[in-house]
């Protein structure tokens, strides 16, 4: 989602379903030694469990500057079974900010600069060990394709350039992985860790896809080398897709994106999908199609995916609900995410885009109680 920069957060300071029978079998073994999170055929294992994964973004967490915030969060999650949580891991600036305001790395004048302090990755060490303890399983991503908490061109303000040669500046790639680099190692022993993710959304608009297809090979790889016992995704919108396509712009490859090519790359473990029909000139009842059109082309590379955002203002239970029910009984997707979830912090509601979904609201109740329900 492109999230519009929040003014709020500068306040802040600063499966009883039948449809596969590998999946009906949970709770067995644990399908990686390593204890940590893995994939398993077209479903996901955590914590020795098999079986489809409800979860929700909450991109602000690691932002804000009360931790007892963040653990009030992580508690309403983690009572409610949201099992999957995804983060922002960057916050990119271009100047220091107000000493209070988060932010992780500074690029300019042609360096990047990490900030270890305590308005710097420490936010994201108590995010982390927060979800430890409370058995949240967090995807943490590394850079932004909007402008947003910084995002690519907050790098590309810093080393020339533009959004599209982004992904081959060497400067920019260097930064990127150091950035990497440090907050993979920081948590690569982590049980809270879910997934490791290239990018919000990258898009490359006109670009041959081998532009990202190559980048995510390379960017995977370098993850790989440093941490191979966690899963690794790209984060991307489902863009580019011929099977089962209707022609329609989500589907083609215009934003530099090859769905399927990508899923291949041997270092990327799973797939995702966004689903925003009001942004995308779509009608919200075709949302199902892009739901189940993805699921086969995962289960086509044999692959789980996850519907990892989606989101509208109009009418979230009737027109989200069968999206859920879709991606529940689709082989080959294994967990969902609602765009976004909302709780009330100590400095008042959480950010709020339209599509915020509040714990103990009504909606709550259809899409996450009773979706948690289906899911058995
Ligand atoms: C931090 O948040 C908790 C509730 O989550 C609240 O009770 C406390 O007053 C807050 N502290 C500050 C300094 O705002
Ligand atoms: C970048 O360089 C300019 C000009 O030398 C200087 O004014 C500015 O403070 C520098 N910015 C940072 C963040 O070091
Ligand atoms: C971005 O930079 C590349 C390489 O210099 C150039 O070919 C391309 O036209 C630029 N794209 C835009 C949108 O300016
Ligand atoms: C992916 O990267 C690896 C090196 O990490 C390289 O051997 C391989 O050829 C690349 N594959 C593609 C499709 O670019
Ligand atoms: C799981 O275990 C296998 C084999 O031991 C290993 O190759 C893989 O990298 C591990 N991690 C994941 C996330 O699959
Ligand atoms: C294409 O879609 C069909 C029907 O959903 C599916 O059976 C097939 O596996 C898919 N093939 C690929 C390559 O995605
Ligand atoms: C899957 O769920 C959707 C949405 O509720 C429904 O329309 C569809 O018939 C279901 N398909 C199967 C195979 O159960």
Same mark, same amino acid.
């Given at each position: 989602m492109r999230a519009a920069f929040l003014p709020l957060l500068t306040l802040f300071g600063?499966?009883?379903?039948?449809?596969?029978?590998?999946? #009906?079998? #949970?709770?067995?073994?644990?399908? %990686?030694?390593?204890?940590?999170?893995?994939?398993?055929?077209?479903?996901?294992?955590?914590?020795?469990?098999?079986?489809?994964?409800?979860? $929700? *973004? $909450?991109?602000?967490?690691?932002?804000? %500057? *009360?931790?007892?915030? &963040? +653990?009030?969060?992580?508690?309403?999650?983690?009572?409610? +079974?949201?099992k999957i949580l995804r983060i922002w891991g960057f916050n990119d600036v271009n100047t220091i900010p107000a000493s209070g305001t988060v932010?992780?790395?500074?690029?300019?004048?042609?360096?990047? =600069?990490? *900030? #270890?302090?305590?308005?710097?990755?420490?936010?994201?060490?108590?995010?982390?060990?927060?979800?430890?303890?409370?058995?949240?399983?967090?995807?943490i991503?590394? &850079?932004?394709?909007?402008?947003?908490?910084?995002?690519?061109?907050?790098?590309?303000?810093?080393?020339?350039?533009?959004?599209?040669?982004w992904y081959t500046n060497s400067q920019i790639q260097t930064a990127y992985q150091t950035y990497i680099k440090t907050v993979v190692n920081r948590y690569s022993s982590s049980s809270a860790i879910f997934?490791?993710?290239?990018?919000?959304?990258?898009?490359?608009?006109?670009?041959? =896809?081998?532009?990202?297809? +190559?980048?995510? %090979?390379?960017?995977?790889?370098?993850?790989?080398?440093?941490?191979?016992?966690?899963? &690794?995704? !790209?984060g991307d919108e489902g863009f580019g897709l011929t099977n089962g396509s209707d022609g329609s712009y989500p589907y083609t490859f215009g934003e530099g994106l090859d769905f399927t090519t990508n899923l291949n790359i041997p270092t990327i473990d799973f797939g995702t999908l966004h689903l925003y029909p009001d942004s995308w000139g779509e009608a919200l009842s075709w949302g199902s199609s892009w739901v189940s059109t993805h699921g086969a082309a995962c289960a086509a590379v044999g692959k789980p995916c996850i519907l990892e955002e989606f989101g509208t203002s109009s009418d979230q239970c009737a027109n989200e609900g069968p999206w859920q029910a879709t991606a529940l009984? =689709?082989?080959? !997707?294994?967990? +969902?995410?609602?765009?976004?979830?909302?709780? $009330?912090?100590?400095?008042?509601?959480?950010?709020?885009?339209?599509?915020? !979904?509040?714990?103990?609201?009504?909606?709550?109740?259809?899409i996450v109680t009773d979706h948690i329900q289906a899911i058995g």
């Open positions: 600063h499966h009883a379903f039948a449809r596969s029978t590998s999946r #009906t079998a #949970t709770g067995s073994s644990l399908a %990686n030694s390593t204890g940590f999170p893995t994939t398993d055929g077209l479903d996901f294992n955590i914590d020795g469990t098999t079986s489809y994964y409800a979860g $929700t *973004n $909450t991109y602000w967490l690691a932002f804000l %500057n *009360n931790n007892s915030d &963040v +653990d009030h969060v992580l508690d309403d999650l983690a009572s409610s +079974d949201l932010w992780f790395q500074l690029h300019a004048n042609g360096t990047s =600069t990490i *900030n #270890t302090g305590t308005d710097g990755l420490q936010k994201l060490d108590y995010v982390v060990s927060s979800a430890e303890s409370r058995g949240v399983k967090l995807i991503n590394f &850079v932004n394709n909007w402008d947003d908490y910084g995002g690519m061109y907050a790098y590309v303000v810093a080393y020339g350039g533009n959004q599209t040669s997934a490791w993710e290239l990018a919000n959304e990258p898009r490359c608009n006109g670009c041959d =896809t081998s532009v990202i297809t +190559d980048w995510v %090979n390379a960017t995977s790889a370098y993850i790989k080398s440093l941490d191979p016992n966690h899963l &690794v995704t !790209i009984n =689709t082989s080959g !997707i294994a967990a +969902d995410m609602f765009w976004q979830y909302g709780d $009330t912090l100590s400095t008042g509601e959480s950010p709020d885009d339209g599509n915020t !979904i509040y714990y103990g609201s009504d909606i709550y109740t259809c």
